[in-house]
């Protein structure tokens, strides 16, 4: 067990007939740890943002988060985070599965989830600003 997590080489899949099957490394690229980062990044600040406009009279649209989101902001946060963390592990597992139904391998859900934080925030600057000003 030391080995897998100290000496461990493996950083990408070695042989093109492994392409398609679960495969599994022991380094990950810089790339993905930035993209982690900023999904974690992205998730607060939704989850802050979604807390403001509540303040304000809006809803919560996911009923996941607004039962959660009944017992107190700390309680949304940090189920919100743990989720997120969670999910983003779970995506870092499986970084190399190549999902046949869609055409592409997990790792291209990193760049697919940064977009959709994006937009979800994007619409939330738009109502924070409609109602600021």
Do not use: H
Not at 115 to 128: C, D, H, N, R, S
């Amino acid at each position: 067990v030391k080995s897998l997590f100290i000496y461990g080489r493996r950083k990408q899949i070695r042989r093109k007939d492994d392409r398609f099957k679960v495969y599994y490394v022991d380094q990950y690229s810089s790339a993905l740890f930035v993209a982690i980062i900023v999904i974690l990044f992205l998730s607060i600040i939704d989850a802050l943002f979604t807390l403001f406009l509540i303040d304000c009279g809006a809803s919560e649209i996911n009923p996941v988060m607004a039962y959660f989101l009944n017992f107190s902001p700390y309680t949304f946060m940090g189920v919100k985070y743990f989720l997120t963390s969670y999910s983003v592990i779970v995506l870092l597992i499986f970084n190399n599965v190549f999902i046949r139904k869609l055409n592409i391998y997990v790792r291209s859900l990193f760049t697919y989830t940064i977009g959709v934080f994006a937009t979800v925030i994007g619409w939330e600057l738009f109502l924070t600003f409609r109602i600021l000003f």
